[in-house]
T-cell receptor
Framework: QQQVKQSPQSLIVQKGGISIINCAYE??????FPWYQQFPGKGPALLIA?????SEKKEGRFTISFNKSAKQFSLHIMDSQPGDSATYFC????????????FGKGTRLSVIA | EPEVTQTPSHQVTQMGQEVILRCVPI?????FYWYRQILGQKVEFLVS????????KSEIFDDQFSVERPDGSNFTLKIRSTKLEDSAMYFC??????????FGSGTRLTVV
């Protein structure tokens, strides 16, 4: 019940296209859903996060869509650029932050010109 | 922009040896964490630390592991007797609350 399932494992997108990564969870106590971006040799960096009281959050080219009833959330990267090529992790934590982040297995995104 | 600093960036150690991984969290942060990432796999929680004590730990964080904040600025992870399966990237993170914390660049631990 603590798992966060992420798909796809890898994704290749043309420059300018939309990258979509999906995550699903089971634990209804989760109340914080961040996305992290990781470049090789670096630590995960917080990209964008959402709480379950909203269904969508947008920051620049990055949008999180959240479906509470389906227990799913997704990251959309609009106008994908080669510099977006990285590994993306969804994560979740709950109980008002009193539980640690549970990460998905990651999606390796390659944006090709 | 403030950073979480980890040293060393790469540590090679013999099986059975003790290692200490060091972290300097962001100065006004109160919550500290260690996570690890085995090569190509997901990031896994090890331990959280708040108010000078462990607030939560995972099943990975057994008696071979310990954490310390020795001088009010550093935050260390000690592995007493390393095993081959301890080889991983170890990430320190810090935050002002339980959400949105900042990760360091990690220490790659290789146990041979």
């Amino acid at each position: 019940q603590q798992q966060v399932k992420q798909s796809p494992q890898s994704l290749i997108v043309q420059k300018g296209g939309i990258s979509i990564i999906n995550c699903a969870y089971e634990n209804t106590a989760f109340d914080y859903f961040p996305w992290y971006q990781q470049f090789p040799g670096k630590g995960p960096a917080l990209l964008i996060a959402i709480r379950p009281d909203v269904s969508e959050k947008k920051e620049g080219r990055f949008t999180i869509s959240f479906n509470k009833s389906a227990k799913q959330f997704s990251l959309h990267i609009m106008d994908s650029q080669p510099g977006d090529s990285a590994t993306y992790f969804c994560a979740a934590s709950g109980d008002s932050g009193n539980t640690p982040l549970v990460f998905g297995k990651g999606t390796r995104l390659s944006v090709i010109a | 922009e403030p950073e979480v600093t980890q040293t060393p960036s790469h540590q090679v150690t013999q099986m059975g040896q003790e290692v200490i991984l060091r972290c300097v969290p962001i100065s006004n942060h109160l919550y500290f964490y260690w996570y690890r990432q085995i090569l190509g796999q997901k990031v896994e929680f090890l331990v959280s630390f708040y108010n000078n004590e462990i607030s939560e730990k995972s099943e990975i964080f057994d008696d071979q592991f310990s954490v310390e904040r020795p001088d009010g600025s550093n935050f260390t992870l000690k592995i007493r007797s390393t095993k081959l399966e301890d080889s991983a990237m170890y990430f320190c993170a810090s935050g002002t609350d339980f959400y949105g914390y900042t990760f360091g660049s990690g220490t790659r631990l290789t146990v041979v």
